[in-house]
């Protein structure tokens, strides 16, 4: 089954600051990969998605992730942070060979944009 | 702009009541989820719809009866809940076999 680890619990930025946040998963095959990011209180907005081709995906927001097969990880990445990214943020990894159709999310990183 | 609406926003609810969760998506999908997420942690599957036939359950309690009346819309009955039910309770929709997934605003239960 595949899973998916975010290691770093809680980063804080300042604003205008480059943010990066990691992803790493396992699985066997090739992966589809999502980073969500839920402000307080809200749902989850799918962020930007990985199925195959270019491993540099552009999200909204201005938002990237590169996906990375020998390291297994898919890290998202912001140049220039502003206080309305201050959100958790949830990587979350699909079986491409599965039938199930299921996501697993990791445990997610709170961001917090200090002025 | 949510393509995926759920309503109530907040619900209080005691242990003895009935209560409906409803959902609704004008995205054109035909699959279907409810996720429970409690607070700090990652979205917990609940159960899949597709083409409005339950296709997973992920071992629910029968306090949580699922529904989907057309392909448009999804409900979750409540009965008889517990207090560690409550959580933030998030719909959400796809094309059938596809994992991805649009979410809707969520639903705050609080259980008395």
């Known amino acids: 089954a595949q899973s998916v680890t975010q290691p770093d619990i809680h980063i804080t930025v300042s604003e205008g600051a480059s943010l990066e946040l990691r992803c790493n998963y396992s699985y066997g095959a090739t992966p589809y990969l999502f980073w969500y990011v839920q402000s307080p209180g809200q749902g989850l907005q799918l962020l930007l998605k990985y199925f195959s081709g270019d491993t540099l995906v552009q999200g909204i927001k201005g938002f990237e992730a590169e996906f990375k097969r020998s390291q297994s990880s898919f890290n998202l990445r912001k140049p220039s942070v502003h206080w309305s990214d201050a959100a958790e943020y949830f990587c979350?990894?699909?079986?491409?060979?599965?039938?199930?159709?299921?996501?697993?999310f990791g445990a997610g990183t709170t961001v917090t944009v200090r002025a | 702009d949510t393509e995926v609406t759920q309503t109530p926003k907040h619900l209080v609810m005691g242990m003895t009541n009935k209560k409906s969760l409803k959902c609704e998506q004008h995205?054109?999908?035909?699959?279907m989820y409810w996720y429970k997420q409690k607070a700090k942690k990652p979205p917990e599957l609940m159960f899949v719809?597709?083409?409005?036939?339950?296709?997973i359950n992920e071992s629910v309690p029968s306090r949580f009866s699922p529904e989907c009346p057309n392909s448009s819309l999804l409900n979750l009955h409540l009965h008889a809940l517990q207090p560690e039910d409550s959580a933030l309770y998030l719909c959400?929709?796809?094309?059938?076999?596809?994992?991805?997934?649009?979410f809707g605003p969520g639903t705050r239960l609080t259980v008395t």
């Open positions: 959400a929709s796809s094309q059938v076999h596809s994992l991805e997934q649009y």
């Open positions: 719809y597709s083409y409005e036939k339950l296709s």
């Open positions: 979350a990894v699909g079986a491409s060979s599965s039938n199930d159709y299921k996501l697993s």
């Open positions: 995205m054109g999908h035909r699959a």
